[in-house]
């Protein structure tokens, strides 16, 4: 994603593919997604960005955490 001024950051959100993966041994079908920041480090520290994405990914994982 471009960013254009006068934003810091762009968060481009991808769609929902159901995709094979190995869990516990096991092959299950579960829904992946891809979530990509991207930001101006002028403006903004990627450390910061880590943490907003990874906040981000913990509440789609786990809605639940939003009713609190």
């Known amino acids: 994603a471009v960013i254009?001024?006068?934003h810091a950051s762009?968060?481009?959100v991808g769609a929902g593919i159901?995709?094979?993966v190995v869990?516990?041994?096991k092959v299950e079908v579960r829904t992946l997604m891809t979530l990509t920041l991207s930001t101006d480090h002028?403006?903004?520290d990627g450390a910061l960005g880590?943490?907003?994405i990874n906040a981000i990914k913990t509440l789609i994982e786990k809605p639940a955490g939003m009713m609190a």
């Open 4 to 6: 254009n001024p006068p």
């Open 42 to 44: 002028r403006a903004v």
């Open 50 to 52: 880590a943490k907003l």
């Open 10 to 12: 762009i968060l481009a």
């Open 18 to 20: 159901e995709t094979p």
């Open 23 to 25: 869990r516990h041994g």
